[in-house]
C-alpha cells in the first residue's frame, strides 16, 4: 500500500484534528451523562462509538499512541460488567484528558505525556469487569472465554498446521428478544467461512447471554468475518482479532494479548445500529456528510474582504451618482443609475449577510466545554454547583468566539472555584446548599451579550476601593472620587490582587486584566454587577463581526472620525455656556442626570464664546455614559475596517480606518481606550485633544497614503 502524498496527509491530518476536538468534547459530555445515569446502556453505546471512531481515525492518520490507547479503552469498554462499572465515568474523563494533551502535543511536535497513568487506570477498571474471564494489562487487552480442554487441543491443533484462527467476540443487541436462537443465528453464519473450533458459551448452556464468543480457523480476512456477524436486531457490536504464536499457551493461559489485524480503512464502523438495518443507516450517514463542507477559515475572510471593496465600491458609485444629479438634474438617466444603484445594493447587502452567516457559530460551540469545567473545580473545592446554560444558539463570529474562550474560563472557573461559598457556609447564611451558576448569551442590536451570573459572595466596593488603596493603584484624592461603577473597574487593573482577600473579594481580582484587555481589543465590553451575600454578574458585550460596522461620522478640527453607531445612545445639540467646568473637567446637565464631556478638539476662543452651539454624542461605554463634544456631524455611513500598522497610528485609541466613496481616510475611534485615557488625565482634559493624541498631522496623511494604495 503506496503511503499518500506529504500534501494530501498533512491536509488530512488538519481534519483529523478539527474532528478530535469535536469527539474528545462528545466524550466529556458523555462521561459526565453517564456519571449522572450510571449503567445507562445507551450513554455506554454512545461512549464506545465516540472512542472507536477516534480510535481508526488516529490510526488512520498515523497517529499511534493514541489510536492503541483509544482500542486499550474501547475493549475494556465492550466488557459486559465493567462497562457498567460505577467508576468508568472517571476512566472516561481521564482518558478525555489524555486525548486531548496527546493531540496537543501532536499538533504542536512536542513531548507527548506520559499514558502509565491512564494505562493503569484501564486495567484496574478491566479488573472489575466479567468474573469467569481473565485478562492481562497492555496493548489490546480482550477477554478471552474459558475453552474447555477439547476446544484448546483444536486451538492448538489449527495454529500447528499453520492455520489462521480469530478470535471472534460479538455483542448482542440488548433489545434481542431470543438471545439464545441469536447465538445460534451468528454461529450459522460464521460456519461456511471455515472450521468453528470452539464457542462461549456452549450450546448446551440454556441461560441467556449477552454475547457470543467464537474461535473460527478461516482463510477469509478479519473484515469478512465481521460483516457475516452484522445481523440487524441481533448484532449490537462485533470484534474479529487474530492470535499470534501458540494456541495451546493461550488457551492455556487464557490472558495472550491478541494482535487485532489491520484493517483496511478506519471507516468501517463495527458498532451496528440496534433499531434499523446497518444498509439504510449507512446510507442516512453518507448523506448528512455529503451535505457538510469544511472550509479553512482563511478562505471566508478572503471573501469577506472582497464584499468589503464592493461596499467602498458602492460608496464610490453612491458618489459619483451624486454629483451626477447635482450637475445634471433634469437628466433622464439619473432616474435609471438611481434604480441600479437600489438593485445593486439590496443584492450586496443580501450578499453580505450570507457571507458573515458562514463565518457565524453557535456559542454552544464554547459553552460545551464549561459543565466539565465547573464539575472539576467544583470537586476540587468541595462544592455542589449547579450550572445552568441559556443561548446556546446565539450566533457569533467565529474568530471572536475563540478569543473570548480564555476570559470567559477565567471567569467561569472563578466564579466557582471563589464565588460561590461553600455548601455549609452557605446553609449557615440561610441559603440553598447548592450553589448556581449561570450562563446566558443573547442578541441585543448589534451585539451579542454574554453573561456569567452566580448566586455566591458578591462584591464589596468599600473593600475594593480599600484593597486598590493599600496596593497604591490609587490616591486618596482619587479613591473619594470614585464612583461605585469605576470602584469596580478596578479589579480589572494590572496588579490588582486579592491574595490576602480572596473570600472578601471572591478570588476575582487575579488576572481580570487579562478579561478587560481581550475584550478591548475585541471593541468590546465588560460589565460587573454585584451585590454583597446575592452574587455577582459579569456582562460581556462583544461586536458580531469586526468586518463592518455601522458607524456615526463626525469631524474635529476638520478630520474625519467616527465611532460604532452602537454605542451612541443619542445626539444633543447645545451652546457653551450650558458646559460647565467641575473640579477640573467639563459636565452638561442633560435631563436629570449629570454627563461628564470629552472635548476632542480645542475650546472655542473669542468674545461670543458662550453662545456658540456644540454637538455632544451620549455615548456608553458599560453602564457608564460620556459625552463627546465634537464640531460638526456628518451622517451615518456602513464602514469597511481596515487595520493599520503601527507607522500610520501609534496610539491606541484608533482602531482601524476605512476609506470613503470619495476617497477621503476616516478614523475609527476606540471608544473604550478614549473613556481610560479621559479617566486617568481629567486633571488636565487639553491632553484629551484629538491633533495632540493622534499626531493627525501625519496619521491621516499616512493613513490616506496605505489606502489608496488598494485603492489606486
Not at 687 to 712: V, Y
Request: aromatic share 4%.
Amino acid at each position: 500500500m503506496t503511503s499518500p502524498p506529504e500534501d494530501r496527509m498533512t491536509e488530512l491530518r488538519e481534519l483529523f484534528f478539527e474532528s478530535a476536538d469535536e469527539l474528545v468534547q462528545s466524550l466529556n459530555e458523555q462521561a459526565m451523562q453517564l456519571e449522572k445515569s450510571p449503567g445507562d446502556v445507551a450513554v455506554v453505546r454512545a461512549l464506545r462509538r465516540t472512542v472507536h471512531t477516534l480510535k481508526g481515525d488516529a490510526a488512520a492518520c498515523g497517529f499511534r499512541e493514541l489510536s492503541e490507547l483509544a482500542h486499550e479503552f474501547e475493549d475494556v469498554l465492550m466488557l459486559e460488567n465493567t462497562a457498567a462499572a460505577a467508576s468508568v465515568p472517571e476512566v472516561a474523563l481521564r482518558a478525555a484528558d489524555v486525548f486531548a494533551a496527546l493531540l496537543t502535543g501532536y499538533r504542536r511536535k512536542k513531548k507527548l505525556p506520559d499514558l502509565a497513568p491512564l494505562r493503569a487506570e484501564i486495567a484496574r477498571l478491566a479488573g472489575t469487569g466479567e468474573s469467569g474471564s481473565s485478562k492481562k494489562p497492555g496493548r489490546s487487552s480482550v477477554t478471552i472465554a474459558q475453552w474447555s480442554e477439547y476446544e484448546q487441543m483444536a486451538i492448538a491443533q489449527a495454529v500447528g498446521q499453520g492455520r489462521h484462527v480469530y478470535h471472534v467476540r460479538v455483542q448482542l443487541d440488548p433489545q434481542c428478544a431470543m438471545p439464545i436462537a441469536a447465538r445460534q443465528m451468528i454461529k450459522v453464519a460464521l460456519a461456511p467461512l471455515g472450521n468453528i473450533l470452539a464457542i462461549y458459551p456452549p450450546d448446551d448452556d440454556r441461560a441467556a447471554g449477552s454475547r457470543v464468543e467464537i474461535a473460527l480457523a478461516s482463510d477469509k480476512s478479519a473484515e469478512q468475518i465481521r460483516s457475516k456477524c452484522r445481523i440487524p436486531t441481533v448484532a449490537q457490536s462485533a470484534r474479529v482479532t487474530l492470535w499470534r504464536g501458540s494456541a495451546a499457551a493461550a488457551a492455556v493461559a487464557a490472558a495472550p494479548a491478541p494482535a487485532e489485524t489491520p484493517a483496511p480503512a478506519p471507516s468501517s464502523d463495527d458498532t451496528l445500529s440496534s433499531s434499523a438495518p446497518a444498509e439504510p443507516s449507512q446510507a442516512t450517514g453518507s448523506a448528512v456528510a455529503d451535505n457538510i463542507l469544511r472550509v479553512d477559515a482563511e478562505k471566508i475572510d478572503n471573501v469577506l474582504n472582497l464584499v468589503g471593496e464592493l461596499i467602498l465600491a458602492k460608496s464610490m458609485f453612491q458618489q459619483a451618482l451624486h454629483e451626477f444629479g447635482q450637475r445634471f438634474p433634469k437628466d433622464g438617466m439619473r432616474g435609471k443609475f438611481g434604480d441600479v444603484m437600489a438593485f445593486q445594493a439590496r443584492v450586496l447587502n443580501d450578499l453580505q449577510r450570507s457571507v458573515m452567516k458562514i463565518r457565524m457559530v453557535p456559542v454552544e460551540q464554547l459553552f460545551r466545554r464549561f459543565p466539565r469545567v465547573v464539575r472539576d473545580v467544583a470537586r476540587q473545592n468541595g462544592k455542589d454547583i449547579e450550572l445552568i446554560i441559556r443561548g446556546g444558539s446565539t450566533d457569533l463570529d467565529k474568530g471572536i468566539l475563540d478569543a473570548i474562550a480564555e476570559p470567559l474560563t477565567h471567569l467561569v472557573r472563578n466564579a466557582v472555584g471563589h464565588g460561590i461559598e461553600p455548601t455549609a457556609e452557605r446553609v449557615r447564611l440561610g441559603k440553598k446548599p447548592q450553589g448556581t451558576l449561570r450562563l446566558n448569551a443573547y442578541h441585543q442590536g448589534n451585539q451579542v451579550v454574554i453573561e456569567v451570573s452566580d448566586d455566591g459572595h458578591g462584591i464589596d466596593v468599600q473593600k475594593v476601593r480599600q484593597r486598590a488603596l493599600a496596593q497604591r493603584l490609587i490616591g486618596q484624592e482619587e479613591a473619594a472620587n470614585l464612583s461605585d461603577a469605576e470602584t469596580m473597574d478596578l479589579i480589572f487593573r494590572p496588579g490588582f490582587s486579592t491574595a490576602e482577600e480572596i473570600t472578601e473579594l471572591s478570588g476575582r481580582g487575579v488576572g481580570l486584566d487579562v478579561v478587560q484587555s481581550v475584550l478591548e481589543r475585541l471593541k468590546g465590553t465588560v460589565q460587573i454587577e454585584s451585590e454583597v451575600g446575592r452574587g455577582t454578574t459579569f456582562r460581556l458585550r462583544l461586536p458580531l463581526t469586526l468586518a463592518i460596522i455601522k458607524a456615526l461620522l463626525f469631524s474635529v478640527e476638520q478630520r474625519l472620525y467616527a465611532i460604532p453607531l452602537n454605542a451612541v445612545a443619542e445626539i444633543a445639540r447645545t451652546v457653551e455656556k450650558e458646559v460647565h467646568q467641575v473640579e477640573h473637567y467639563e459636565v452638561l446637565q442633560l435631563r436629570n442626570e449629570v454627563l461628564p464631556l470629552l472635548r476632542l478638539g480645542p475650546p472655542p476662543m473669542g468674545p461670543d464664546v458662550s453662545g456658540s452651539k456644540v454637538f455632544v454624542l451620549v455615548t456608553s461605554s458599560g453602564d457608564r455614559k460620556f459625552g463627546l463634544i465634537v464640531d460638526a456631524l456628518i451622517g451615518e455611513e456602513e464602514l469597511v475596517i481596515k487595520a493599520l500598522d503601527d507607522q500610520s497610528i501609534s496610539t491606541d485609541l484608533v482602531s482601524g480606518a476605512s476609506i470613503l466613496g470619495d476617497g477621503r481616510v476616516v478614523l475609527i475611534l476606540n471608544l473604550n481606550a478614549l473613556v481610560a485615557r479621559f479617566t486617568q488625565t481629567r486633571t488636565n482634559p487639553s491632553e484629551l485633544r484629538l491633533a495632540g493624541l493622534l499626531r493627525c498631522g501625519t496619521s491621516h496623511a499616512h493613513a490616506t497614503h496605505a489606502m489608496a494604495g488598494g485603492h489606486a
